[in-house]
């Protein structure tokens, strides 16, 4: 069964840290782009960073410097390290899988709460 799975979320004081996790379960991610979105209330849905199966990287302007988006191919895992988060990144965040061999295929995680609050 193929499946993303996503972890680490929880609640964080404004300049804490956090790291989320992408899990893949029942295929491997090698060969996927990987990228991090987050969806605040009443929000659309929006890019926070991806890493290419090579991995390079890239991040949404209001995240450079403080997120850092890796992943480990031996684990089939991938991260966002959030450092200095604001109250801004409060969201849900989900992991998204793209086939580098047939961009029409990706998947999705269920999606893991973030909440930066004092």
């Not at 379960?25 to 979105?37: E, Q, R």
């Not at 966002?80 to 965040?93: F, G, H, I, R």
Request: hydrophobic share 30%.
């Amino acid at each position: 069964q193929v499946q993303l799975v996503e972890s680490g979320g929880g609640s964080v004081q404004p300049g804490g840290s956090l790291r989320l996790s992408c899990a893949g379960s029942g295929f491997t991610l090698d060969n996927y782009a990987i990228g991090w979105f987050r969806q605040a209330p009443g929000k659309e849905r929006e890019l926070v960073a991806t890493i290419t199966s090579g991995g390079s990287t890239s991040y949404e302007d209001s995240v450079k410097g403080r997120f850092t988006i890796s992943r480990d191919h031996a684990k089939n895992m991938v991260y966002l390290q959030m450092n200095s988060v604001k109250p801004e990144d409060t969201a849900v965040y989900y992991c998204n899988a793209k086939d580098i061999r047939d961009y029409a295929t990706d998947y999705w995680g269920q999606g893991t709460q973030v909440t930066v609050s004092s």
